[in-house]
C-alpha cells in the first residue's frame, strides 16, 4: 500500500484526539517514516533528488491537510458527546435549603421590644465591660454591698467589671441624655454563679428607664401592666411587694399571675399563685443627682427584668441550661 493510503486509513481509524496525535508523531515527527526518506536523500542522484523531494512534500502536505480534517471531526464529536452528558433537566425537583430560625431567646427579646417601641420607648445599649462606677457607684450601692463582692461579681481590675445588672446602662443614658428619657437596655450580664437549672454566669436582662416631669408610681404601674397584658394576656394580674433596691426608692419587686393556674395555687407557681418577674422602683433622687438630673424638677421610674426567666415560662422550658446548649432538637421544637 502506498504511504498515502496507510495514512489514510490509521487517521481515520484514530478513537480520539490522543491516537491522533501518537499518529502524528509517527508520520510526521522526528523520528518518522517520511523524516526517514528525507534523511536519506543525501544518497540520491541528482536527478532523482527533486523528484523524490517532491513527492516526500505532496506526502506531507496531504498527511497534514488529512490529520486537520480527522481532528475537527474528532473534536467535534467530543464536544457533542460532552453536551449530552452535561445536559441540565430543568423539570427535575430541586432541593429545599434548609432554613434557620431564631434561637428562643431572641423570638422573646423581639416581642418586648416591639411591645416598649410600641410605647414610645427606645432601644439603647451598653458596653458589658463596665467601669465599676456606671454598674455600681452611680447607681447608690455602696462599697460594703454584697453585688460588689469578688464572690458575685467578676473584677477586670479594680475599676473595671463585667456589668451584673444592665442597670449600669441607666446611669449612662441620664448622664447622656437630656429628659425627657424613655428607654428600654437589653444585653448580656454576668455574674459569678455556678451553673445550674435556674443559674448561668452569663444570662440576659432588660433595663427600662423613664425620666421626665411629673413621673409617678402610677405611670410605672400603668407601664408595667400593659407590657405583662401584652405578654401574658388579658387576665394577667400584677402584684407589686415592697422590697429594696439602692437605686430607687420606694422599691418594689413585682409579680404576675400564674399563667398556669390563673392564680389559684399549682405546681410551677409554687402554690403561690404567682410568679416574681422583675425589679422596679421610682429612681433614687442620688441617683438622678449623681448623673446630673435636677430631682426638684425630675423624677422617674426603673425596671429590670430576667429574658431568661420570662422565656422558660412562656416556653415551659424547666432548665436554664438548655438555651445555651445549641442543640437543635431541642430548639427545633420552638
Ligand atoms: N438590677 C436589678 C437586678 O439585677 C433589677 C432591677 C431592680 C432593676 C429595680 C431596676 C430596678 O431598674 O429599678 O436584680
Redesign the pocket.
Known sequence: MSMKKKAEAALLAAHDLNELEELRIGLLGKKGELTAILRGMGGLSAEERPLIGQLANEVRAFIESELEKQKNILMSAARKEKLQAETLDVTMGGRTPRLGKLHPLTTVLNEVKDIFIGMGFSIVEGPEVEYDYFNFEALNIPADHPARDTQDTFYINDNVVLRS?T?SV?ARVMQNQEPPIRVIAPGRVYRSDAVDATHSPVFH?I?GLVVDKGITMGDLKGTLEIFMKTLYGEDAVLRFRPHH?P??EP?AEVDVSCFVCGGKGCRVCKGEGFIELL???MVHPRVLERCGIDPSVYSGF???LGLERIVMRRMSIDDMRLLYENDLRFLNQF
Do not use: D, K, L, R
Open positions: 445588672q442597670s441607666q436582662q433595663e433596691f437605686f430607687t422599691s425589679g422596679a422602683g426603673a425596671f429590670g
